[in-house]
């Protein structure tokens, strides 16, 4: 079946460092990629995602890859704000004709500090 | 409309009591989703409807977990005789699998059982 598995956290950064949150995944045929955030006391939102292979996925200063070759799709801001706090979740869904439901990884928890 | 939009936002029960949390979901979506998040863990696929085919159930923990949606629009969940550990954020989703599929969250509907 499907899995994504997640660097785990917690992530501690300054401000303007560099992010890096890993991800890579299993799943039968072409699945769509997704990054999903949950900001403090809020729903989860939609970061970015990519539906095919070598796509690029971006917003909000954040980027991610879908690489086929070695399975991942990991997530990298140049330079990270205070604000960026949150928890990452990355995920993925079946490709046409399979199941839709996303399954998700176990979030990766970010902190950045002033 | 907008969003989906999920009720109630807080739901404080007692053990063995019945509870019904709602969701509605954006308008002209045909899939809808439900999820489970347990504190410090990620998200936990519970059941997918789509349009009029029969539900995927397979994430449903245990037969005390019901859930319907009628005229294929607002959804039910229903948690029959609550235990301490259904304490939980209760997430529904919807997409549109004809436009992108992109799924959309609601804020949740935050349960503990006392």
């Known amino acids: 079946g499907n899995s994504v598995t997640q660097m785990e956290g917690p992530v501690t950064l300054s401000e303007e460092a560099f992010l890096t949150i890993n991800c890579t995944y299993t799943?039968?045929?072409?699945?769509?990629l997704f990054w999903y955030v949950q900001y403090p006391g809020e729903g989860l939102q939609l970061l970015l995602k990519a539906t095919k292979a070598d796509d690029k996925g971006s917003n909000k200063g954040f980027e991610a890859t879908y690489r086929k070759e070695t399975t991942s799709f990991h997530l990298e801001k140049g330079s990270v704000q205070v604000s960026d706090s949150a928890v990452y979740f990355c995920a993925l869904s079946g490709p046409s004709g399979s199941a839709r439901q996303l399954t998700f990884g176990s979030g990766t928890q970010l902190t950045v500090l002033p | 409309g907008a969003g989906v939009s999920q009720s109630p936002s807080n739901k404080v029960t007692e053990k063995g009591k019945d509870v019904e949390l709602r969701c509605d979901p954006i308008?002209?979506?045909?899939?809808l989703y439900w999820y489970r998040q347990s504190l410090g863990q990620g998200l936990e696929f519970l059941i997918y409807?789509?349009?009029?085919?029969?539900?995927?159930k397979s994430g449903l923990p245990s037969d005390r977990f019901s859930a319907e949606r009628t005229g294929g629009s607002v959804s039910t969940l229903t948690i029959q005789r609550t235990q301490q550990e259904d304490s939980a954020v209760y997430l529904c989703a919807s997409s549109n699998p004809g436009s992108g599929n992109t799924i959309y969250f609601g804020e949740g509907s935050w349960l503990t059982v006392v």
């Open positions: 409807f789509q349009g009029n085919s029969a539900p995927d």
């Open positions: 308008s002209g979506h045909t899939a």
């Open positions: 799943a039968t045929g072409y699945p769509s």
